[in-house]
């Protein structure tokens, strides 16, 4: 799952080499020469955005509905290759007929009309803007990654620490 980002001085080496070299050169400092085996390295930052993007879209389905849900997997899907580290801050902004697009592909999205589509962009809070002469939207994961955080925790407070203790936590937290 390596995207090709690897930069390396010796211009031999092809993308994914690198690591399985390098593995190789301590196996043999180390006495164990394994040239057979096959080395590979998972792809951690691939591996958490995609687990990111599965916690959101399942909170959302939990709080919101279907619909906001299938909208924002086809948002995520859509920016993914846009998407450079592990933390977004600023999202990628989409226009509505790439939105609809991705929104098509899904089985579950295409009964759905624009329209819909719109409503479930007004419901995830989505920030909207004109680009060109389409408008165009962008999702704040920030938000929905904080909002899941604080659930996480009001229910570790609740279950350890009883309902009282659950209460002040509500009143204390800012949101």
Not at 31 to 44: M, P, V
Not at 126 to 144: F, P, Q
């Amino acid at each position: 799952m390596n995207t090709g980002t690897d930069v390396d001085d010796s211009p031999n080496v092809v993308v994914g080499e690198k690591g399985k070299q390098d593995a190789l050169e301590l196996d043999k400092e180390s006495g164990a020469s394994c040239e057979k085996d096959i080395l590979w390295r998972a792809d951690f930052e691939e591996f958490v955005c995609c687990l990111r993007h599965k916690a959101c879209v399942a909170n959302v389905k939990t709080w919101l509905d279907d619909g906001a849900a299938i909208v924002l997997s086809a948002m995520l899907e859509a920016t993914r290759s846009g998407e450079t580290k592990v933390k977004i801050e600023n999202p990628v902004p989409l226009s509505v007929d790439t939105i609809f697009e991705g929104v098509m592909k899904s089985e579950a999205g295409r009964s759905m009309t624009l329209e819909r589509v719109r409503g479930s962009l007004i419901q995830l809070g989505c920030a909207s803007g004109v680009r060109g002469a389409a408008e165009s939207y962008s999702v704040d994961l920030k938000n929905i990654i904080e909002l899941v955080q604080n659930d996480e925790v009001e229910s570790i407070i609740l279950k350890r620490y009883g309902k009282e203790a659950y209460r002040i936590f509500r009143l204390l937290s800012p949101t």
